[in-house]
Structure formats: structure tokens, C-alpha cells
């Protein structure tokens, strides 16, 4: 059975509202924000189909995730699964999660918010990290989080097709999805708030990708042709150089053969 994977990018936080508001520590959802999680519930066709829910560790993802999805697991499931390696890409204290006691303290229920897979240096983004904003690394761990949808699939793949929501970041949803596509350099990505989009797991030339179903990508782009392979090596390259120059801790990536 297949394993589709519908990704969003969180509701607006008070990050969003301003440069200044990037030094805010781990924010909070807005009320616009909250508001668009209430619209996002009320729009979202495939609350029947949902089998996990998988959210950034960050507070505003899962919050997302729980105002959006709260009602679509079943009570003997893990309502929030918490995953690190989909974090947001900066090293700012806006896009650096809090420590797992202060997470623990705030989720105390692990049949609300599951967060075992988050460890002590979950968020250090700092030069030795495997969460520093390098671009290799970057890759490496969409890699990783591709990856780990797959498994998740293939563990569950006798109970029927697996749906998984799994909501993120701007930024690191285009490494995820290895799609550069409307990158807006000056807000870092290209996906507004609450945008979703839906890919089903496969598997090319031996590594995992999520191929946009027909469906969302019509529903985003219309009859529009999709950008060419040679025209999304040239978008990742620029987009990696751009983190490159931002916070210089490791070398730019180069473009592949």
C-alpha cells in the first residue's frame, strides 16, 4: 500500500510579524495564527485518511499540529509525534527549540505529545551539530527524514494506506521536498502559512523522494508546468549558497553530476 505524506508549514508565529521578533526564544502561535489553524481544520479533505500526525519539536508546530489535527488519531496512538531531524534550518533563537524538560513540562501527556525522539542537543545548531544550517547537513537530515517516513510506512503498511501529516518549516520544506520552487530569499522559503501539500513515498535509483501527487500540485499551480530538472539544480545551489552566506559555518554544497 502506499504512503503518502501531507506536508504543512506551521501557522504564523510571532516570529513572523517582524526581523526584530527573530530573537524570541521557541514563539508562540499569533491569534492570526490560531485563526488560520481553525480555517486550516475546516478545509483540509483527508481528516478521515490521516493514520499519524508528525510535527517539528517547536512549539508553533506543535501547536499547529495539535489545532489543526488534535481530533483525526485515535486515543490509542500517539497523538503528536515529535521528530527533530524536520526543524527549521536557522540558528536563531526563533528556529531553536527549547530544551526537552521545558517540552516535557509543557506536553506533559505522551498520548497528546509523543517526545521520545527528543534528546538532550536536539537544539544546539552550532558548528560541530548535526542541526547546524551547513548545507550538506541539511540535506543529510531531509535525507534522514525522508527516510524515516518511509519506515514509518512500511511498519504500517499491512493496516492499509498510510497517511501521515507531518508539519514543519518554510525553509527546511524545500530541502525536504527537494523542491525550490518560489524560494523568496528575503522570507526563506516559498510556502505561506498553513500551506499544505501532499506526496506520496517512493523510491528512485535507491533513495527515497516525495513525488507531489497530481491533485496538490494542480491545486496550487493549475495547468502550469512544473520547473525542469536542470532548473531546480540551479535553484537548490543558489538556495544552499544562500545559507552558505547567511551563517557561514561549512562549506556550500556542490552542484551534482
Given at each position: 500500500?502506499?504512503?503518502?505524506?501531507?506536508?504543512?508549514?506551521?501557522?504564523?508565529?510571532y516570529?513572523?510579524?517582524?526581523?526584530e521578533?527573530?530573537?524570541?526564544?521557541?514563539?508562540?502561535?499569533?491569534?492570526?495564527?490560531?485563526?488560520?489553524?481553525?480555517?486550516?481544520?475546516?478545509?483540509?479533505?483527508?481528516?478521515d485518511?490521516?493514520?499519524?500526525?508528525?510535527?517539528?519539536?517547536?512549539?508553533?508546530?506543535?501547536?499547529?499540529?495539535?489545532l489543526?489535527?488534535?481530533?483525526?488519531?485515535?486515543?490509542?496512538?500517539p497523538?503528536?509525534?515529535?521528530?527533530?531531524?524536520i526543524?527549521?534550518?536557522?540558528?536563531?533563537?526563533?528556529?531553536?527549540?527549547s530544551?526537552?524538560?521545558?517540552?516535557?513540562?509543557?506536553?506533559?501527556?505522551?498520548?497528546?505529545?509523543?517526545?521520545?525522539?527528543?534528546?538532550?542537543?536536539?537544539?544546539?545548531?552550532?558548528?560541530?551539530?548535526?542541526y547546524?544550517?551547513?548545507?550538506?547537513?541539511?540535506?543529510?537530515?531531509?535525507?534522514?527524514?525522508?527516510?524515516?517516513?518511509?519506515?514509518?510506512?512500511?511498519?504500517h503498511?499491512?493496516?492499509?494506506?498510510?497517511?501521515?501529516?507531518?508539519?514543519t518549516?518554510?525553509?527546511?520544506l524545500?530541502?525536504?521536498?527537494?523542491?525550490?520552487?518560489?524560494?523568496?530569499?528575503?522570507?526563506?522559503t516559498?510556502?505561506?502559512?498553513?500551506?499544505?501539500?501532499?506526496?506520496?513515498?517512493?523510491?528512485?535509483?535507491?533513495?527515497?523522494?516525495?513525488?507531489?501527487?497530481?491533485?496538490?500540485?494542480?491545486?496550487r499551480?493549475?495547468?502550469?508546468?512544473?520547473?525542469?530538472?536542470?532548473?531546480?539544480?540551479?535553484?537548490?545551489?543558489?538556495?544552499?549558497?544562500?545559507?552558505?552566506?547567511?551563517?557561514?559555518?561549512?562549506?556550500a554544497i556542490?552542484?551534482?553530476?
Open positions: 500500500m502506499p504512503t503518502y505524506v501531507h506536508l504543512v508549514r506551521h501557522a504564523q508565529g516570529h513572523n510579524l517582524c526581523q521578533n527573530h530573537a524570541l526564544p521557541d514563539p508562540d502561535l499569533t491569534d492570526l495564527g490560531k485563526r488560520q489553524c481553525e480555517e486550516l481544520y475546516q478545509s483540509f479533505p483527508y481528516h485518511k490521516i493514520t499519524h500526525l508528525v510535527a517539528s519539536p517547536l512549539r508553533r508546530t506543535i501547536y499547529t499540529c495539535l489543526s489535527f488534535n481530533p483525526d488519531i485515535a486515543p490509542d496512538k497523538r503528536v509525534i515529535t521528530l527533530p531531524d526543524q527549521e534550518v536557522s540558528p536563531f533563537p526563533c528556529d531553536t527549540g530544551e526537552p524538560a521545558k517540552l516535557l513540562d509543557e506536553f506533559p501527556d505522551d498520548k497528546v505529545v509523543d517526545l521520545g525522539l527528543v534528546k538532550e542537543g536536539w537544539n544546539d545548531k552550532g558548528p560541530g551539530s548535526e547546524a544550517p551547513e548545507p550538506r547537513k541539511l540535506f543529510e537530515r531531509a535525507r534522514r527524514a525522508r527516510e524515516w517516513f518511509r519506515d514509518l510506512g512500511r511498519d503498511a499491512g493496516e492499509g494506506e498510510v497517511n501521515i501529516v507531518a508539519v518549516h518554510g525553509g527546511f524545500h530541502f525536504l521536498t527537494e523542491d525550490f520552487e518560489g524560494v523568496d530569499y528575503g522570507r526563506g516559498g510556502w505561506g502559512n498553513t500551506e499544505w501539500r501532499s506526496y506520496e513515498v517512493v523510491e528512485e535509483n535507491g533513495e527515497v523522494r516525495l513525488r507531489e501527487t497530481g491533485e496538490s500540485a494542480r491545486r499551480r493549475g495547468s502550469k508546468e512544473g520547473l525542469t530538472e536542470t532548473e531546480q539544480m540551479e535553484l537548490r545551489a543558489a538556495f544552499a549558497g544562500a545559507v552558505e552566506r547567511e551563517f557561514g559555518m561549512g562549506e556542490e552542484e551534482e553530476e
